[in-house]
Every structure is written in structure tokens, then in C-alpha cells.
């Protein structure tokens, strides 16, 4: 089992439904971080977060410490919200505490 | 500003060529790490430098791939006699410190035939 699950991998969405992409880790982690990465590759750093919920526009991303759980959601999709979106847990196992450890990713999609 | 850049951003090699990719992180970031990134699948951790010190080689595939930062900024992965399984995108990242988030480059798209 991959020490961090996205679900779901794909999903479509039509422009303006409230989309969420639900993130699992099994591992201890200092912080959660929430990726987005468009055709050709380039990432942007969305969020880190290590409690709680941070907002920013129309993304919301929020984590579960006790349920090693996280969420991403966008209100009022739009068509260039489409990416794929990818969660990724830092450890907190002593001195390997900056290693990424990434999710497959969840290919969003969004028709107008 | 200038963000994290990487080149080439396509390589095609044969194989059996080595391969350099080569790294400019953000000015001062004093962290650099290196990732590979198969296709459909997320990132994989391959190295990380602080510095010019290589603190952590342990997802390096083989002793095929190397990686290099002399001088603390410019940053250089080789791969040695390439197979096609090294076919993927190497992401190179930089932070300016520990508590901070990452900044990717756009990625070399390596194909090797």
C-alpha cells in the first residue's frame, strides 16, 4: 500500500460544481502539502499545511491530523481549474523531515 | 522574479548515451532536491542537496545517476549509460529554507530509445 491514496484518480466536473479530491496518508508528517500540475509538467505549490485549513480564491484545503486525513476543494469550478492535482506528505521522521513523499495525482477535469 | 529553470526541456537519447540535465534553482534557495516523475504517476524523491552538500542520494535509482552542486546553486544530474526505463520527467525543485514550501522547475522530458 502507497504511504499516501488519492481517490478519486479521475474526475470530471462541469463548470461551477463544488469539486472535492480526498487525500490519505499513513505515514507521521510535519506538513501536507497540495500540488497542481498542468500539461507539460510544470508544479505550483498550492498549499502546506500542518493543521487545520488555509484558504486562497476558490481553494480550500483542509487536514484531519487524527484521521491522516486531508481535502482539497475548489468552489465554482472553471475550465482552467482542470490539472492534475497531487498531495504530498513531509515527513517528520527526524532527519529525513524535508523528503516529499507524493500521491499519484488526481486528473481534474472540467467542461464548460 | 526568476523561478527554478531546467534544461533542456526535451531530450531524446539512444541507448546507452549519458545524459546531463542541468538545474538553476531561485537565487539564495539554499535547498535543492531532484525528482522523477513517470508518466501518470506522481514524483519520486531521488536526491537533495543543501548547499553543495548531497545530504541524501537514497533514492537514486542506480550508480548510473549522478548528481552534482559544486558551488551551492547550479545543479547537474547525469545519468550514464541510459536505459529505457529512465524514460520520465526529472523535476528539479528549490527552497530557501527548511519550513518553506518548494518551488519546481518546468521539468526535462527525457525519452530514451
Known amino acids: 500500500k502507497n504511504e499516501v491514496e488519492q481517490s478519486p484518480q479521475n474526475l470530471t466536473a462541469q463548470e461551477g460544481e463544488f469539486i472535492t479530491i480526498n487525500c490519505s496518508y499513513s505515514?507521521?508528517?510535519?506538513?501536507l502539502h497540495w500540488l497542481q500540475q498542468h500539461p507539460g509538467g510544470g508544479i505550483v505549490s498550492l498549499f502546506m499545511?500542518?493543521?487545520g485549513k488555509k484558504k486562497h480564491g476558490r481553494l480550500i484545503a483542509t487536514i484531519n491530523i487524527q484521521e491522516k486525513h486531508s481535502s482539497l476543494h475548489i468552489t465554482a469550478s472553471h475550465p482552467r481549474d482542470s490539472a492534475v492535482y497531487i498531495c504530498?506528505?513531509?515527513?517528520?521522521?527526524?532527519?529525513?523531515?524535508?523528503?516529499?513523499?507524493f500521491g499519484k495525482g488526481t486528473l481534474l477535469t472540467v467542461n464548460p | 522574479g526568476a523561478g527554478v529553470s531546467q534544461s533542456p526541456r526535451y531530450k531524446v537519447a539512444k541507448r546507452g548515451q549519458d545524459v546531463a540535465l542541468r538545474c538553476d534553482p531561485i537565487?539564495?534557495?539554499?535547498?535543492l532536491f531532484w525528482y522523477q516523475q513517470a508518466l501518470g504517476q506522481g514524483p519520486e524523491f531521488l536526491t537533495y542537496?543543501?548547499?553543495?552538500?548531497?545530504?541524501?542520494k537514497s533514492g537514486l535509482p542506480s550508480d548510473r545517476f549522478f548528481a552534482e552542486r559544486p558551488e551551492g546553486s547550479v545543479s547537474t544530474l547525469k545519468i550514464q549509460r541510459t536505459q529505457q526505463e529512465d524514460s520520465a520527467v526529472y523535476l528539479c525543485?528549490?527552497?530557501?529554507?527548511?519550513?518553506?514550501?518548494?518551488?519546481f522547475g518546468p521539468g526535462t522530458r527525457l525519452l530514451v530509445l
Open positions: 537565487s539564495g534557495h539554499v535547498s
Open positions: 505515514v507521521g508528517i510535519s506538513a
Open positions: 499545511l500542518s493543521s
Open positions: 542537496f543543501q548547499n553543495e552538500a548531497q545530504l541524501d
Open positions: 525543485a528549490s527552497k530557501p529554507l527548511p519550513q518553506e514550501t518548494q518551488y
Open positions: 504530498a506528505a513531509q515527513k517528520n521522521s527526524g532527519g529525513s523531515n524535508y523528503k516529499l513523499t
